[in-house]
């Protein structure tokens, strides 16, 4: 007869693997190319190089370009031995080094926005609150030859992910609308008196809703819209910070005094995500058409109608909302790829811009940094150069609504970098911090509410540091390249 073989003499060690998916909700990848692991001489420790490609959006018509730049990975590690703890040695492999490279980054909408961002990775989850905690970031990136680059040690078999920002999931998007629906159903709520609502203004292309939470019983109707562009997800963890606080979801007692004050100046409108579809897939800029959505917001250009239902049905369901409603106030939340700053656009140089818009706008943003540090003045995007440059950006959601219902409008940009104002590199700017602004945007309304149909010379009773500055995007910052044209995030010509 044959001897007996236990299985532990029969089982080989396992083979150290990375196996790389981007077939998640938000997710945007594609490999390459992996390389062997190169085992040490001891056998204890293995290196390889993952070598990896951004996927673009869907072409852009009106821009003529596939834009990319938003990337996020899951990195699954199997065959590297866990230790038992009983102190018993062997030359299994324990921990895995690994180079990973998007060789495509030089290609990419922003390619000059890459030095100095450091990506971020969890090996938590990607749903709750609780997620949030698990990032950091990778200090390790830099952009090199065309290619950004970092290194990441794995010392445990598992899941990475890696991402440009923290994504916000569809399915984290869906228990926000959720929590909110529950608290404007909930019997006897503290916002019951306020007339909240959750409806959906319509639908995009792939049949998602265009979800719109609206509260309050003032007499002026203040509209804030997030994620019109899908990578920039740092606006969706606004959207649920101002939401939480708006709503007084999670929230023991009686509103916050803020709060009540907000809710009857105002009627608020809120729409959590304007591109969802784009969301879902992993976009940076586009919808599942490839409509950059921030440019659909009139009709600028003889050969290209917008918004049109058959190409931007999110723009089209909320601009008719918007024009039933009326608007007051108007905010656009965003995230800038290069700047390493929060800071605000307006609307320059536009017909409506004049001494009541720009110190509106300058008196806004002052009430928004006595609360929140990380807002500042100095640098953003340089305006136009002159009132026939901003004519032609009339299709930009700001531009567009401020000169609609001659109000104030402004876009919030976020970074994708660690806030040079309140620095912190190994967490950066993170989905904390995100939502944290978005709270504080309530004491930014209530400070600009008594101001923003006065009559009048108003703002000869404000302050020195309440009045407009011209904002430039030339600060220091090593490897920093100021762009010769910076209108609303639009790309840099390569030979410009």
Not at 217 to 242: C, L, M, N, S, V
Not at 358 to 367: D, P, R
Request: glycine content about 8%; aromatic content about 10%.
């Amino acid at each position: 007869s044959t001897p007996s073989t236990s299985l532990s003499t029969m089982t080989s060690p396992p083979t150290v693997k990375v196996n790389i998916s981007a077939a998640y909700d938000g997710g945007n990848i594609s490999l390459v190319s992996k390389s062997t692991p190169q085992i040490s001489s001891g056998g204890r420790s293995a290196k390889l190089t993952v070598q990896l490609n951004v996927r673009p959006d869907v072409f852009t018509e009106l821009e003529k370009i596939a834009h990319m730049q938003y990337f996020s990975f899951r990195s699954f590690v199997s065959g590297l031995h866990c230790s038992s703890g009983k102190g018993e040695e062997d030359d299994s492999v324990k921990v895995l080094t690994v180079q990973y490279e998007i060789v495509n980054a030089g290609d990419v909408s922003y390619p000059e926005a890459w030095p100095g961002t450091t990506i971020c990775y969890s090996t938590g989850g990607l749903d709750t609150p609780t997620d949030d905690e698990q990032w950091r970031r990778n200090l390790t990136t830099k952009y090199t030859d065309g290619k950004l680059t970092w290194t990441h040690v794995h010392t445990t078999n598992g899941s990475t992910f890696f991402s440009y920002h923290p994504p916000y999931t569809y399915n984290r998007h869906l228990k926000l609308i959720s929590d909110c629906s529950a608290q404007v159903c909930l019997r006897g709520s503290v916002i019951a008196e306020y007339k909240p609502t959750v409806e959906s203004l319509g639908q995009t292309l792939e049949g998602r809703e265009m979800e719109c939470i609206s509260i309050g019983k003032g007499d002026r109707i203040a509209w804030i819209i997030h994620r019109q562009h899908p990578g920039e997800t740092q606006a969706e963890f606004f959207a649920e910070g101002f939401l939480h606080r708006l709503l007084g979801i999670g929230m023991e007692g009686e509103l916050e005094e803020v709060t009540k004050r907000v809710l009857s100046q105002y009627r608020v409108f809120i729409v959590p995500c304007m591109c969802p579809d784009g969301a879902v897939r992993g976009h940076l800029r586009t919808n599942s058409v490839g409509a950059n959505l921030n440019r659909e917001w009139a009709t600028v250009h003889d050969d290209y109608e917008a918004p049109l239902l058959e190409r931007s049905p999110e723009v089209y369901s909320v601009l008719k909302k918007m024009d039933s409603t009326g608007c007051d106030f108007f905010l656009d939340v965003h995230s800038d790829e290069e700047l390493p700053y929060v800071f605000f656009s307006g609307a320059e140089k536009t017909p409506v811009w004049g001494e009541r818009i720009k110190h509106l706008h300058g008196y806004f943003i002052s009430c928004f940094q006595k609360v929140n540090s990380d807002v500042q003045k100095a640098i953003g995007y340089p305006p136009p150069d002159s009132e026939e440059s901003a004519l032609k950006y009339m299709n930009v959601g700001t531009n567009q609504v401020s000169n609609r219902f001659n109000c104030l409008g402004l876009t919030l940009e976020m970074p994708y970098k660690d806030s040079a104002t309140n620095p912190d590199p190994n967490v950066g700017f993170s989905p904390n911090r995100a939502k944290q602004l978005g709270r504080n945007l309530l004491e930014a309304l209530d400070g600009v509410h008594p101001f923003l149909r006065a009559e009048g010379e108003f703002w000869t009773s404000f302050s020195e540091d309440d009045q407009y500055v011209v904002p430039t995007d030339n600060f220091k910052e090593e490897g920093f390249i100021m762009l010769k044209k910076r209108f609303y995030s639009d790309v840099r010509p390569h030979d410009a």
